[in-house]
């Protein structure tokens, strides 16, 4: 078993250990080893659900078995499943399994299905991704001084997430701009990434050109240096309507199986003269950042 998979492994024990208590996603990022966003990104890739979904749905799926299996008061196991109220508890039980509590209880649960607790494996996530093949060139990217605007989002991670209205409004604003940056080394145009720890999913995305000088930045725009150094280097080919699959397939089964380990960096994608957003000939480049 990989690094990765030993880590989300252990986390998913963690959490079956601790339903009934206070479950914070940086606490169990913290017992996986790794930093919040990273590892709420894989979890999501590679199970096929946003951490706290998949707790939700543990404690729901424990709550069935024990209203099927037991005299338990639904009070008492509404709270014990981490809910305010029994109220809450039912249109989420509802929400997931389609009967009420009371109906579980009346049926035993007959013909209702939990939330499974997955045995992270190689062979899990070759099924589970369908076996997508895709070798990234591993490649030392140089340092760039670049400038552009920047703008806090919050990640498809978290159920407030706006990257997808955020995003796409940033680069048209930026592509308007565009032609006031002065000294630009070249065609191309990049999207940086930083992630920061703590609830919430809060991110910041840079929509940039490199510059071989920053002495003069328009307005409203901002000079940053991405620091290069080694990364996993993606073609996304196709319109970017689909790029969330490149993305789900970088976390969620290419990583875990690569033996590499993410570093603090940026991610990076880079836009050159085969990028157009819609077509399927499309090409761009998403650069992880590796150990």
């Known amino acids: 078993m990989t690094g990765y998979l030993?880590?989300?492994?252990?986390?998913?024990?963690?959490?079956?250990?601790?339903?009934?208590?206070?479950?914070r996603p940086d606490a169990i990022a913290r017992e996986a080893g790794m930093s919040m966003w990273h590892f709420q990104r894989i979890f999501s890739a590679a199970l096929g659900q946003p951490l706290m979904d998949y707790?939700?749905?543990?404690?729901?799926s424990c709550a069935m078995l024990r209203l099927g299996s037991t005299a338990d008061l639904i009070h008492d196991i509404a709270l014990d499943s981490g809910f305010e109220s029994q109220e809450a508890f039912t249109r989420a039980f509802k929400s997931m399994f389609g009967v009420t509590p009371g109906a579980c209880r009346k049926s035993r649960g007959a013909g209702l299905v939990p939330q499974a607790v997955p045995q992270l494996t190689a062979d899990y996530l070759f099924h589970l991704h369908h076996s997508i093949t895709m070798t990234p060139a591993i490649q030392s990217l140089p340092p760039r001084l670049v400038v552009g605007i920047e703008r806090p989002f919050i990640s498809a991670l978290s159920p407030k997430r706006d990257n997808h209205i955020v995003i796409p409004q940033l680069w048209q604003d930026f592509g308007a701009r565009i032609a006031s940056i002065e000294h630009r080394a070249?065609?191309?145009?990049?999207?940086a990434?930083?992630?920061?720890?703590?609830?919430?999913?809060r991110c910041r995305y840079l929509a940039?050109?490199?510059v071989s000088s920053a002495d003069e930045v328009p307005?409203?725009?901002?000079?940053?240096?991405?620091?290069?150094?080694k990364h996993a280097v993606f073609t996304h080919k196709g319109p970017m309507t689909r790029f969330d699959r490149t993305v789900g397939y970088?976390?969620?089964?290419?990583?875990p199986r690569s033996g590499h380990q993410l570093r603090?960096?940026?991610?990076?994608?880079?836009?050159?003269?085969?990028?157009?957003?819609?077509?399927?000939?499309?090409?761009?480049?998403y650069c992880l950042p590796v150990k």
């Open 264 to 285: 603090d960096a940026p991610e990076i994608e880079i836009y050159g003269e085969k990028f157009d957003p819609e077509s399927p000939d499309s090409e761009m480049e």
């Open 250 to 255: 970088i976390y969620g089964s290419w990583l």
């Open 6 to 23: 030993r880590q989300l492994q252990r986390a998913i024990t963690f959490i079956e250990e601790h339903l009934a208590e206070d479950l």
């Open 55 to 60: 707790v939700r749905r543990r404690r729901l």
């Open 208 to 210: 940039c050109v490199e």
């Open 219 to 229: 307005d409203g725009m901002v000079a940053r240096e991405l620091s290069g150094g």
């Open 193 to 201: 990434i930083w992630c920061d720890e703590g609830d919430g999913g």
């Open 186 to 191: 070249n065609d191309l145009a990049f999207g």
